[in-house]
């Protein structure tokens, strides 16, 4: 493991989430192979076993704990038509809203698991507003595991109803996620629990970070540009490390330009980037109708930050009338529901595609939009109310304009 910011290096059996001599934000550690294994990972490997295809590039033994829900090898689709209206030589959608609990946050709980089952944990815990929560709930049940979960009391319904089917103990905090957190840290660390929290635990990206390396095995290559939504900052920096890890075990060749977009109301990591002072994070009050990465205190902005800039990529934000609006039009023109902070990537492609004429790019879209179906809602036309006649429909119809 080794300090983004001071370089420092330490054992992987040391019991530490940070670097010590930076403390918890500044101190963000990296997983780091001393030698890459050269991999050839075949389409066939990624349907038969999704995430667990990678094992050699994740920082795991051969024997760990493996979560017994399939995640990963998720749908991307080419879509050649939506690529032409935007400009773009070609356009995949890569739908993360197919793992079990219907987010990305998925292949980070798998790898949360196997970490807290090897050193013999028993509770896992984590602050969320609303997919990592599900997550650790989902996948904790499937493994036997107990969780604890801090969610703002603002959280979605539906995705607080997920903890409390699945079974895990729900902690509603009167305040924001950045309090939840704090709140869940303090608690966790006194109880000696195993935390979730991925921005804090370094190796909760290595899950995440099989989302980019599935893409050049279902395309066939490396896209010009990888675009994805921001809270944190943990995903964004996954999609970096997944492309880099896969270029450097000798499956590819390149790594794409990463593009970060954040909600207009939560975009601390842009500022801090647009800053171009990495270390001292710029931290507001956030509000977005993206619940999911609306986060005015990110734990990840290092990495992301350091990371993006690597790729030669940038932070982009969009407004919550953006985010609606590209709910419904990835939905019509796609098939894919996001939830807002999933389309609050592709509503930064529209933004930007100008820019990105005649390149290939992927979108991942990190939720599914059953999550928050109030926030959708808002931005889809109206039922049409009819009597049980067919007179009442025809009207209907012709108000519609469908004939």
């Given at each position: 493991?080794?300090?983004?910011?001071c370089?420092?290096?330490?054992d992987?059996?040391?019991?530490?989430?940070?670097?010590?001599?930076?403390?918890?934000r500044?101190?963000?550690?990296?997983?780091v192979?001393?030698?890459?294994?050269?991999?050839?990972?075949?389409?066939?490997?990624?349907?038969?076993?999704?995430?667990?295809?990678?094992?050699?590039?994740?920082?795991l033994?051969?024997?760990?704990y493996?979560?017994?829900?399939?995640?990963?090898?998720?749908?991307?689709?080419?879509?050649?038509?939506?690529?032409?209206?935007?400009?773009?030589?070609?356009?995949?959608?890569?739908?993360?809203?197919?793992?079990?609990?219907a987010?990305?946050?998925?292949r980070?709980?798998a790898?949360?698991?196997?970490?807290?089952?090897a050193?013999?944990?028993?509770?896992?815990?984590c602050?969320?507003?609303?997919?990592?929560?599900?997550?650790?709930?989902?996948?904790?049940?499937?493994?036997?595991?107990?969780?604890?979960?801090?969610?703002?009391?603002?959280?979605?319904?539906?995705?607080i109803t997920?903890?409390?089917?699945?079974?895990?103990?729900?902690?509603?905090?009167?305040?924001?996620?950045?309090?939840?957190f704090?709140?869940?840290?303090?608690?966790?660390?006194e109880?000696?629990?195993?935390?979730?929290?991925?921005?804090?635990?370094p190796?909760?990206?290595?899950?995440?970070?099989?989302?980019?390396?599935?893409?050049?095995?279902?395309?066939?290559?490396?896209?010009?540009?990888?675009?994805?939504s921001?809270?944190?900052?943990?995903?964004?920096?996954s999609?970096?490390?997944?492309?880099?890890?896969m270029k450097?075990?000798?499956?590819?060749?390149?790594?794409?330009?990463?593009?970060?977009v954040?909600?207009?109301?939560?975009n601390?990591?842009m500022r801090?980037?647009?800053?171009?002072?990495?270390?001292?994070?710029?931290?507001?009050?956030?509000?977005?109708?993206?619940d999911?990465?609306?986060?005015g205190k990110?734990?990840?902005?290092?990495?992301?930050?350091?990371?993006?800039?690597?790729?030669?990529?940038?932070?982009?934000?969009v407004?919550?009338?953006e985010?609606?609006?590209?709910?419904i039009?990835?939905?019509?023109?796609?098939?894919?529901f996001?939830?807002p902070?999933?389309?609050?990537?592709?509503?930064?492609?529209?933004?930007?595609?100008?820019?990105?004429?005649?390149?290939?790019?992927?979108?991942?879209?990190?939720?599914?939009?059953?999550?928050?179906?109030?926030?959708?809602r808002?931005?889809?036309g109206?039922?049409?109310?009819?009597?049980a006649?067919?007179?009442s429909?025809?009207?209907?119809?012709r108000?519609?304009?469908?004939i």
């Amino acid at each position: 493991m080794r300090c983004l910011n001071c370089g420092s290096t330490y054992d992987p059996d040391e019991n530490i989430y940070t670097c010590p001599k930076c403390g918890p934000r500044l101190g963000t550690l990296e997983i780091v192979f001393e030698k890459y294994p050269k991999v050839d990972i075949s389409l066939e490997d990624l349907r038969s076993k999704g995430i667990w295809a990678f094992k050699e590039l994740l920082p795991l033994e051969r024997n760990d704990y493996e979560v017994p829900l399939f995640i990963g090898n998720t749908p991307i689709y080419e879509k050649k038509e939506m690529a032409k209206k935007l400009g773009l030589s070609n356009l995949w959608i890569k739908d993360d809203g197919r793992n079990p609990t219907a987010s990305y946050k998925d292949r980070a709980t798998a790898m949360a698991i196997s970490k807290a089952k090897a050193l013999k944990k028993e509770i896992v815990y984590c602050a969320s507003t609303g997919n990592a929560a599900s997550s650790l709930a989902g996948l904790s049940a499937a493994s036997g595991m107990k969780s604890v979960i801090f969610v703002p009391k603002t959280a979605p319904e539906a995705k607080i109803t997920q903890l409390l089917v699945y079974g895990s103990t729900v902690m509603a905090v009167d305040g924001s996620y950045d309090e939840a957190f704090d709140l869940s840290m303090e608690i966790g660390e006194e109880f000696g629990w195993y935390t979730r929290n991925s921005a804090i635990n370094p190796y909760l990206l290595e899950g995440k970070k099989t989302g980019s390396m599935e893409v050049p095995i279902q395309i066939g290559h490396v896209p010009d540009v990888a675009i994805v939504s921001v809270g944190d900052g943990t995903v964004v920096s996954s999609i970096y490390k997944g492309f880099k890890d896969m270029k450097m075990a000798g499956f590819t060749d390149r790594i794409p330009q990463i593009i970060g977009v954040q909600a207009e109301g939560a975009n601390a990591v842009m500022r801090t980037f647009e800053s171009g002072h990495f270390d001292k994070p710029v931290d507001i009050d956030a509000h977005s109708i993206a619940d999911s990465i609306s986060v005015g205190k990110p734990r990840d902005v290092l990495k992301a930050c350091k990371w993006v800039k690597e790729s030669g990529g940038y932070f982009v934000s969009v407004t919550d009338e953006e985010i609606g609006h590209a709910i419904i039009e990835l939905a019509r023109e796609s098939g894919v529901f996001a939830e807002p902070a999933g389309s609050t990537a592709y509503a930064g492609l529209k933004k930007i595609a100008k820019d990105l004429h005649g390149k290939s790019v992927v979108v991942f879209i990190t939720g599914n939009g059953l999550k928050d179906i109030r926030s959708a809602r808002n931005f889809t036309g109206q039922v049409n109310y009819v009597k049980a006649d067919p007179s009442s429909v025809k009207d209907a119809l012709r108000k519609s304009g469908i004939i």
